[in-house]
């Protein structure tokens, strides 16, 4: 029973989506697309709402069946911050005219989200493993499913190959682990592995995990998957790829290196490299910093664009990772979110302007401040944050992340040379941040006719937009308010 | 916790929502604007009068009501940056003015706006000034006070330049701005030292605020590099960003070129309000002004801290200074921008001999009659066709009651008339206390010396406007132009001035009421306001003779000006004034400022453009070149980055493509593309990165 009462917001979220298949398999077939799901997603909606109340309500303490689920205020703070990142999702979906299947599309959605949220819970190898194995199935289905697009189709098959082989890494990995450690528990590996020194093998070790959660999060050179599946995929899914999957994720990542290979961090630190997850980890943060600004500002897709971007800010985060503390933990939490609600808009503007247009190239957004006021206010919103202006949430993500990496105890500064070459990247991220912006409010006029046109945006949509563009600068007016949650679970957590 | 403390911050977000409102509404929708911006400041007024009446019944610890409301911003390492707000008697009195008087201005506005274009956004930026001023006013904390302090002078620059297509007037915006910031600078830099010797910027915490005792006694016993001690050190910055806001010398000259803005902003921005934060700035601070080593140690007899006598001087300097630049002056606007420049010496000088009471009191009585001049000046510029030259006027009197009487009424309190005005009181008071200053009786003679001038060049300005007969219409040609926007269709040569409407009267009258009766709350002999603000009144021995003396000074000032300029009135508006025809040379060494302006120009604007020049070269020639070169390397490597990956990964992923689109047999070969490119990147990447760590483990 336990388990059942633990587990409650998780099993929830699966009576909803069994609900959402139910009710427009049995009750609304024949009806046309857009009522099948206006209903699906209102019933969706509010079970992600009880779902967060229900999180964020309880402040139980609980680890069960030896770190398979565990339960405290942090991780439940970061599964509220999921599921609602699902329901902004599931509201910038309802407009979408890419499939049929309404009822598999929400509950699939809503399944990759259970499985985020035990990902979320997870302290054991094997559960981790369940639990990402169910994340990446339902979103390489949701990559797929504009079926009448083949560019869907490819993105998804690359994406599952990619994934699958990184799995196989991963798998590879974590056996190794416990083959060295005994115990598929995080805190029991690292007890396990402790005054072992780097021998060879868990190095192997160390190298393969990272493959697979570098392909989860999208650093380079684990990344090529990202822009042809961002690309290819219905735009809310590819926003829920973006988002969603990278909170879970990134934490699980950061756990996984904290906890699990304490005392096999080595050092990062210039000139003084030390054998460990920090170097390696510093290699990957620090191409994907580089490659993904640069490759970003020669798209023309602005899902290209984004899926760039997302490998940059993938390099930001993992220099949280690398602090390895508190601050970096509640940093790269901070800016995860941060980072989500941001993208998650980004990617329902795109979506409005792709059905409007027919593409989504920067183009088609010229004049887009004449044609949907509301719309590119909220991208210009959105962008700014994604590029870390203040008072918006993006700079004070940029700045506890980089607070935190150079204030990192022990380190005494040996990650600077990182956050240099961050900060630098991320005055080039400006450019293609603002090439967009451009095109929105400062036409060209070559389009006057598309120009003129007011565009037609759905009504649900453009709410939910809204309301994730006054998140985004309440979080930087006020970021006392989610990283006080942040703090006070962590610090309850350790 | 009193409720309304808790809820002190409605009060500045009130207009600040407004303000947001009346931004993104149309154009024509004007009355949404006034209405919007007359209710906040409205509503602002009836939640601050529930606020003083909340620090009237009860006392704290210190005898004085004082509550706040601290809450964390922001974090950075292992400390939070806390902001807050107070409410104490200090801030509920400017609360109430404030809101009142701006209320009163709002309305005024109306009438005097209602021909112009950009009513709408005249009322948006009103409405956001009245959000900055009143954060100054509530904030507990110097970073606080500080970002409304900002917001304040950049509303001050939109609306100084509201008429931005006139070069006067955007010439006196800029002017105005840099001016300010020139001490804002200072404020900014005794911020942080504060910070770094307090470790807060909070006033009052609970005892670990920077304004409470523990801080300030572990300030006064450092001492900075030339041996001052750090408070005080530290009290001058802030008193720099003080001098700049509130146009004390060196930093007044932007003051009176700042009434090219709208008249109505002169009044609440330049008048009443905004040129009075610097004052208040000080008052705010003032435990950390006053603080020394003989204070703290109980004795009450020793020296004010240098940081107090700096205050006094300077106050005492600019009182006496602009009021003789105002004898000399021919703009009705101008006239008054000098005095209130002189007026803000008064209270600085109030502040350093006296105390907070005495500066805040005169701060408070001088922004309702200095509103009402300005107001009263509005109403006759309106009534003569935007015409601001006073001698263009003359014989007003009879074409505009109303206003003849409330500006007689306000002239007679800014020059101290005895015993009904409220001028007389507060004035008084500093006069008082600078006479039992302890360290020179200089500033007393300068101030007494500024009370004459100050009646004296109020009798010329109200005998030339309002009395004799009109000089306009006749000598149009000759009509110097420096006046307002409207200026231009000004082309009714014989049109008559006129009244104002009722909607510029009425407040014209409400504020002639309290200049009169906010006099009463001060005197000598019942100081409520004073006990209001926690001192109490000190002896009251010596002040009716030093009453009877500056009442003959204020008859003498009155006497001299009615004889010079009310007997013998000027026939035309070409005649050379009285004071020119005897001492040509000093007259245009006052007309003209001291020539403040070109000594600037030639000194520090020279220098500055000189090195301006310098710094373009260096950026045009030096860091534009790096620049170009940083950025064609970037784009080429982006270029290469996406060549790379397009042509090299994609490469035989496309061909695979192709084969599907071909109906061929896709799959397989999309499967050799993807898996042969991609995750041969893997591999690679498995190889590298293993190798990388053992090579880092032999290292």
Redesign the interface.
């Known amino acids: 029973m336990e388990v059942l009462k633990l587990a409650a917001p998780e099993t929830v979220l699966v009576v909803i989506a069994l609900a959402v298949l139910a009710v427009d398999l049995l009750a609304l077939r024949g009806q046309p697309v857009s009522m099948r799901f206006g209903i699906g997603a209102a019933v969706a909606g509010l079970g992600c709402a009880a779902t967060m109340l229900m999180l964020l309500g309880r402040h139980a303490h609980a680890n069960l069946f030896d770190g398979m689920l565990v339960v405290d205020p942090l991780t439940n703070v970061v599964k509220a911050a999921i599921v609602l990142l699902t329901l902004f999702t599931v509201l910038i979906s309802t407009a979408g005219k890419f499939t049929e299947h309404v009822g598999e599309y929400l509950a699939l959605i809503l399944l990759a989200t259970v499985g985020m949220m035990f990902l979320v819970s997870a302290e054991d190898l094997l559960m981790i493993f369940i639990s990402l194995e169910l994340l990446s199935l339902s979103l390489y289905v949701l990559t797929a499913f504009n079926k009448r697009n083949?560019k869907s189709a490819?993105a998804a098959?690359?994406y599952f190959?990619?994934g699958g082989?990184?799995a196989a890494?991963t798998l590879f990995g974590l056996s190794l682990l416990y083959g060295m450690s005994g115990s598929t528990n995080l805190h029991r590996i690292a007890e396990g592995l402790a005054g072992k020194g780097?021998d060879?093998l868990l190095?192997?070790a160390?190298?393969?995990t990272?493959?697979g959660f570098g392909f989860k999060v999208a650093a380079v050179?684990?990344h090529?998957?990202a822009?042809d599946a961002y690309e290819g995929a219905p735009t809310p899914s590819a926003a829920f790829i973006a988002t969603g999957s990278k909170v879970a994720s990134f934490f699980i990542l950061a756990k996984i290196m904290m906890i699990g290979f304490a005392g096999a961090e080595?050092s990062a630190a210039w000139r003084t490299?030390?054998?460990?997850w920090m170097?390696?980890m510093a290699?990957l943060a620090a191409l994907s910093m580089v490659?993904g600004n640069?490759?970003a500002?020669?798209q023309t897709s602005l899902k290209r664009l984004l899926a760039y971007s997302a490998i940059a800010h993938g390099g930001y985060m993992l220099l949280a990772v690398m602090a390895n503390n508190e601050?970096g933990m509640a940093g790269l939490l901070y800016y995860v979110i941060t980072y989500g609600l941001a993208t998650l808009g980004a990617f329902g503007v795109v979506q409005v302007v792709e059905d409007a247009t027919g593409n989504d190239s920067i183009i088609s957004f010229t004049g887009l401040s004449r044609r949907a006021p509301a719309l590119s206010l909220c991208l210009l919103v959105f962008l700014l944050s994604l590029g870390g202006i203040p008072p918006l949430a993006g700079f004070?993500g940029k700045?506890f992340v980089f607070?935190a990496a150079v204030?990192a105890d022990g380190n005494h500064l040996g990650l600077l040379w990182l956050v240099i070459l961050a900060i630098a990247m991320s005055a080039?991220s400006f450019y293609y941040y603002l090439r967009v912006l451009k095109a929105a409010y400062v036409a060209d006029g070559a389009d006057v006719t598309q120009a003129t046109n007011m565009m037609a945006v759905p009504v649900a949509t453009l709410a939910a937009l809204v309301l994730l563009a006054f998140l985004v600068v309440i979080l930087g007016c006020?970021?006392?308010l989610l990283?006080?949650l942040l703090?006070a679970g962590d610090q309850v957590g350790h | 916790m009193n409720w309304i403390v808790q809820y002190l911050w409605l009060i500045p977000a009130l207009p600040l929502v407004a303000a947001g409102i009346i931004a993104v509404s149309k154009q024509p929708h004007r009355k949404l604007a006034a209405s919007l911006a007359i209710g906040s400041m409205g509503l602002g007024f009836v939640l601050s009068l529930m606020a003083f009446l909340a620090t009237l019944g009860h006392h704290g610890e210190h005898g004085q009501f004082r509550e706040v409301y601290n809450?964390?911003?922001?974090?950075?390492?292992g400390q939070?940056l806390q902001l807050g707000w107070v409410l104490d008697p200090l801030t509920a009195v400017m609360l109430m003015m404030v809101t009142f008087v701006g209320s009163l201005i709002f309305i005024f506005s109306i009438g005097y706006m209602a021909h112009d274009q950009n009513f709408t956004r005249f009322f948006c930026f009103l409405s956001l000034f009245a959000a900055g001023m009143l954060g100054v006013v509530i904030a507990n904390s110097l970073l606080l006070l500080f970002i409304s302090w900002e917001l304040v002078g950049l509303t001050s620059y939109l609306l100084i330049g509201f008429w931005y297509h006139k070069p006067s007037a955007a010439a006196a915006a800029k002017k105005a701005f840099i001016t300010t910031r020139i001490g804002d600078m200072g404020l900014l830099l005794g911020m942080v030292w504060l910070y770094a010797q307090s470790g807060t910027l909070l006033f009052y915490d609970g005892g670990k605020g920077c304004l409470e005792n523990d801080a300030l006694v572990r300030m006064v016993a450092q001492t900075a590099a030339t041996g001052m001690a750090v408070t005080t050190a530290i009290g001058l910055l802030i008193f720099l960003g003080a001098v700049g806001k509130s146009g004390q010398l060196p930093l007044h000259v932007w003051l009176p070129d700042a009434m090219e803005g709208p008249t109505p902003v002169s009044a609440l921005i330049h008048a009443a309000t905004m040129v009075a934060a610097g004052v208040f700035l000080v008052a705010r601070v003032f435990p950390l002004m006053e603080v020394t080593l003989d204070s703290l140690a109980g004795n009450a007899d020793g020296l004010p801290s240098t940081a107090l006598q700096v205050v006094t001087w300077v106050g005492a300097l600019t009182a006496f200074f602009a009021a003789t630049i105002a004898v000399a002056q021919n703009d009705i606007k101008r006239i008054l921008a000098y005095s209130t420049v002189s007026q803000l010496g008064y209270m600085m000088m109030g502040l350093g001999v006296g105390g907070v009471a005495i500066g805040m009191f005169h701060l408070i009585t001088h922004a309702f009659f200095k509103a009402l001049l300005f107001l009263g000046s509005a109403s006759v510029i309106h009534g003569c066709h935007e015409h601001q030259d006073i001698r263009f006027m003359g014989g007003l009197k009879k074409f505009m009651p109303v206003t003849f009487l409330t500006y007689a009424i306000g002239m007679l309190a800014l020059a101290g008339f005895p015993l009904f005005f409220s001028g007389f009181w507060s004035k008084d008071e500093i006069l008082h206390a600078a006479h039992g200053w302890s360290v020179s009786h200089w500033p007393f003679y300068l101030g007494c010396a500024g009370a004459l001038l100050t009646a004296f060049y109020m009798t010329r300005q109200v005998a030339l406007v309002f009395f004799g007969s009109y000089r306009g219409g006749h000598s149009h040609s000759s009509h110097r132009s420096g006046s307002d926007l409207k200026s231009a269709d000004t082309s009714a040569h014989s049109k008559e001035p006129h009244e104002s409407p009722a909607v510029m009267t009425v407040p014209l009258i409400v504020l002639a009421a309290c200049a009169v009766l906010l006099g009463f709350l001060g005197t000598p002999w019942w100081p409520a306001f004073q006990g209001y603000l926690g001192q109490h009144h000190g002896s009251a021995g010596g002040v009716v003779p030093l009453m009877v003396g500056s009442t003959l000074i204020v008859f003498a000032g009155l006497g001299l000006g009615w004889w010079l300029y009310a007997k013998r009135q000027r026939k035309t508006a070409d005649e050379p004034d009285v004071l020119e025809v005897v001492r040509p040379d000093i007259f245009a060494l006052l007309r003209n400022k001291y020539f403040f302006d070109e000594a600037y120009e030639k000194t520090v604007i020279a220098l500055h453009a000189w090195f301006a020049r310098a710094c373009d070269f260096l950026d045009r020639w030096v860091w534009g070149g790096a620049v170009m070169l940083v950025s064609a390397i970037?784009?080429g490597?982006?270029?290469l980055?996406?060549a790379t990956?397009e042509f090299v990964?994609n490469l035989g992923?496309d061909a695979g493509?192709k084969g599907?689109?071909q109906g061929g047999d896709g799959l397989s070969k999309?499967?050799t593309g993807?898996?042969q490119n991609?995750?041969r990147?893997?591999g690679?990447?498995?190889v590298v990165?293993?190798l990388?760590?053992?090579?880092?483990?032999k290292?």
Not at chain 1, 273 to 276: A, L, V
Not at chain 2, 71 to 77: E, R, S
């Open positions: 083949i490819e098959l690359k190959l990619f082989m990184a890494f780097m060879p190095i192997v160390v190298v393969t990272l493959i050179p684990f090529l998957w822009p080595g490299f030390i054998s460990g170097p390696a290699l490659l640069l490759t500002i020669a601050a004070f700045f607070s204030g080039v006020a970021p006392a990283m006080g703090q | 809450f964390n911003w922001l974090q950075f390492g939070w970037t784009v490597l982006s270029w980055y996406r990956d990964v992923f493509c599907i689109r999309l499967h993807r898996v991609y995750l990147v893997i690679v990447a498995l990165l293993i990388f760590l053992v090579w880092g483990r290292a």
